[in-house]
């Protein structure tokens, strides 16, 4: 495992909806802030990456507008419309390529300005065979929820405790906007959105910008004296969103694609092993489960076991989701892979005040790009600090 | 670095309105990349997908919804939009998929749809403009192009003959493109009369709306040296944008082009430019844009772009043949897919694979260019044989 790529400075803001800044004020303040930490002035940057979607954002070309706020005027500027973890895989492969030792990823996305989120969702879904169906693409993890509790007799109790766990850890977070201390009959009790997804299992939406500066092993040592390496990267789509149902909906067959090929390029073999903690997507709550057993942490079905017992503790043998997730953070569409590397990064650097973990040397982050996707990402971290 | 190659290429005819959908264009076009290569698709590591605005597929995250239709099932899948620069940054995306050692075989697809907006895709544009200080203006791409046109007209000096030999060009030299959605034996005086739109943009000065999609197939030189087909070198990559607020950049500039042909000559080792692209498919959604890219893609001497067509020099038996199969006038302009169209035309050249399009000698080196945004995305691909 080559350690060539580094994350040298991250910067993020995370908003609840209420708390309102526009997206350009977002990529500004959090480029500027990563960019001042190292002492970096736009003509070090060599390219620009950055991840967004047209329709979220609410522009046809919605990179047009982010060239200025992120130093991009007259440089390589790179758009994937993609899970956020895609823009940090772009600038890992743009260093590798030895053509640039500098890459901003810039990534964020705003829920606070949309008026009617799952309507917006439902245009994903594909024109001809199912969106004439009419209905809230929630149903879509509604029926993936049902499917795996009923493939793995997973209760709704257990689900609920692992919410409860979620939203517990994000009190000691100061970007836990949504920890709270709750309890089962919270859940149980709350609306039901499409059955037997509950509003509690929906992570809350939020606004959030996260900014990584990466660089190469040459630049990043003339940088920081603290760079944490990317050491392995993955992602995979397991079937088009057209044809989210040919999955086997209980597992999050994505993930496992984009693990395997993470770990193979990280050097891992035993993830409790060899990786420290995880970072992973639990924009819903079934989703954290199906995601902690797709990368190995656990056997499948058995996720709601592990996040309930001591192990995935934040001073546990192997802490899954310390800063409290999605669920306990707030989701932010497309950027909340990328929250889970910035509070990963945090975490290497020893400077998650008040959910610290001892002594982490990797993590494991995973993404998924939302309904109607079956498609995920893995990135690999690695720190040095003593 | 890492050498990567081209293998394969494949497309749509490109048309107004296909019944068929974008997955089903995508499907066309990424079997008939994969045929022309020589391999399967589940040999592919990775897949690139390139579409513009989602909002004229009428699909919000378009690539999602393509996946099966690319080959990209169960693979690493990753769309990209640079706006009208998508096509070729698609290729510019695929080159570091594969120059970052990642991975060894890419099939990159660019596709787009403008058909299903109502009453025109003209609607969507809109939505480019910033929301506060530009939409209430109500501007559209035409009125921008004029504004940019007159400016360009101004500077420079062309005519509107100069300009209209452009269109004269590329639609004559879509006329024998198998492809091409507005193939004619245009005359001078046809493209002069032709109705004004937005002063002094005429209907001869656009390109049509679209539907169309594109493939090529990418891998590294060890995959290359194994394989039977034809191979073209990617020798430089190049992009670069430029701010969306034109009150701080002037109307005319074309520093972001210039800087995103630099990129690719400084990698592609190329010195003069004008004497080293043997063939060069420069962006041309208007006639004068032609013009305007050759000066900025250094293809020319500033302000003389407009001289190319006219004095013979960007015809296909001239000095520098420019869009030899019709550019976008003539070969049409689904947005992503017509980027893409300007590499594999260039491939298909370098190849002496181009039938009646054919420069002649075969060329060993050439350019491809796309540009996009709000007049702001340039991107730039050079190969040799």
Redesign the interface.
């Known amino acids: 495992m080559e350690k060539n790529i580094a994350i040298v400075s991250s910067s993020y803001i995370l908003k609840p909806k209420e708390d309102v800044m526009s997206d350009r004020e977002m990529l500004y303040t959090v480029v500027k802030d990563a960019m001042d930490k190292v002492g970096l002035t736009r003509d070090d940057i060599k390219s620009i990456v950055t991840t967004d979607e047209d329709f979220t954002v609410g522009r046809a070309i919605a990179d047009e507008f982010t060239v200025d706020f992120c130093g991009g005027k007259l440089k390589p500027n790179a758009r994937m419309c993609a899970e956020s973890m895609l823009g940090l895989i772009t600038g890992f492969m743009q260093i590798k390529t030895g053509l640039f030792d500098v890459v901003v990823c810039a990534l964020y996305d705003k829920v606070s300005h949309i008026e009617h989120p799952y309507y917006l969702a439902s245009l994903s879904l594909d024109p001809v065979f199912e969106r004439p169906l009419g209905a809230s693409p929630i149903y879509i993890a509604a029926c993936e929820m049902r499917r795996y509790m009923y493939k793995y007799k997973v209760k709704r109790e257990d689900i609920a405790d692992v919410i409860i766990k979620m939203k517990k850890n994000a009190l000691k977070n100061k970007n836990g906007y949504f920890g709270a201390n709750i309890k089962r009959e919270d859940v149980i009790n709350s609306k039901v959105i499409s059955h037997p997804l509950q509003e509690q299992d929906i992570a809350p939406d939020a606004d959030g910008a996260v900014c990584f500066i990466l660089a190469s092993s040459k630049k990043a040592k003339k940088l920081t004296t603290t760079p944490v390496w990317i050491t392995g990267v993955g992602y995979s789509s397991q079937t088009a969103s057209s044809s989210w149902y040919t999955s086997e909906l209980a597992d999050a067959g994505y993930l496992k694609q984009a693990a395997t090929a993470a770990y193979r390029m990280a050097g891992i073999k035993n993830v409790l092993k060899d990786v420290s903690f995880a970072e992973v997507d639990d924009r819903f709550s079934y989703k954290l489960l199906q995601h902690i057993e797709a990368l190995g942490i656990c056997k499948e079905g058995e996720g709601a076991k592990f996040i309930k017992s001591k192990k995935s503790d934040i001073d546990g043998e192997f802490p899954v989701n310390p800063s409290g997730g999605a669920l306990g953070c707030g989701t932010t569409l497309t950027t909340c892979g990328a929250m889970r590397v910035a509070e990963a990064y945090n975490q290497l650097l020893k400077q998650a005040d008040g959910y610290q973990i001892k002594n982490p040397k990797r993590a494991v982050c995973a993404s998924w790009a939302g309904i109607p996707t079956r498609s995920g990402a893995v990135i690999i971290l690695e720190g040095e600090i003593k | 670095?890492?050498k990567v190659y081209i293998t394969g290429i494949g497309q749509t005819r490109f048309v107004s309105k296909s019944p068929l959908?974008s997955?089903e264009l995508c499907f066309e076009a990424a079997s008939k990349a994969l045929s022309d290569a020589g391999i399967e698709k589940d040999e592919i590591d990775a897949v690139v997908f390139g579409?513009?605005?989602?909002?004229f597929d009428?699909?919000?995250?378009i690539?999602?919804?393509?996946?099966?239709?690319c080959g990209?099932?169960?693979?690493?899948?990753?769309?990209?939009?640079?706006?009208g620069a998508t096509g070729v940054?698609s290729c510019?995306?695929g080159?570091?998929?594969v120059?970052?050692?990642?991975f060894d075989k890419v099939l990159v697809v660019a596709e787009q749809k403008m058909s299903p907006p109502t009453p025109h895709a003209q609607e969507?544009?809109?939505?480019?403009w910033?929301?506060m200080y530009h939409r209430p203006l109500l501007p559209n791409v035409v009125r921008m192009a004029s504004l940019e046109m007159t400016r360009y007209m101004y500077e420079s000096g062309a005519t509107k003959e100069a300009l209209c030999e452009v269109a004269v060009k590329n639609r004559t030299n879509a006329f024998y493109n198998p492809n091409a959605q507005l193939p004619k034996k245009m005359t001078l005086e046809e493209a002069l009369s032709s109705r004004v739109l937005t002063w002094p943009v005429s209907l001869s000065d656009i390109s049509p709306t679209s539907d169309g999609a594109v493939a090529c197939v990418l891998v590294s030189s060890d995959v290359a040296k194994k394989m039977k087909c034809k191979k073209i070198e990617i020798a430089g990559v190049?992009?670069?944008?430029?701010?969306?607020?034109w009150e701080t950049r002037g109307i005319s500039t074309y520093?972001?082009i210039e800087?995103?042909a630099r990129?690719a000559y400084d990698?592609a080792k190329i010195k003069s430019p004008q004497k080293e692209i043997k063939i060069a498919n420069v962006y041309d959604p208007f006639t004068y844009k032609e013009c305007h890219h050759a000066e900025g893609l250094l293809l020319c001497k500033k302000g003389d772009g407009w001289k190319l067509a006219i004095e013979g020099i960007s015809q296909k038996d001239g000095k520098l043949p420019i869009n030899p199969h019709g550019g976008l006038l003539g070969a049409g302009n689904p947005i992503a897919a017509a980027g893409l169209m300007q590499v594999v035309e260039m491939v298909k050249q370098l190849r002496g694979e181009a039938g009646e399009m054919q420069v002649k000698p075969v060329p060993s080196c050439g350019l491809a260019h796309a540009w996009?945004?709000?007049f702001?995305?340039s991107a730039v691909v050079v190969c040799r044989s």
């Open positions: 670095m890492r959908t997955a579409c513009a605005p989602d909002a009428g699909i919000a995250q690539g999602e919804n393509v996946i099966d239709a990209g099932r169960g693979k690493p899948f990753v769309r990209n939009h640079f706006g940054a510019c995306v080159w570091w998929n120059a970052s050692g990642v969507i544009f809109i939505r480019n910033d929301e190049g992009w670069c944008a430029e701010s969306v607020y520093t972001y800087k995103s990129m990698m996009g945004g709000l702001q995305f």
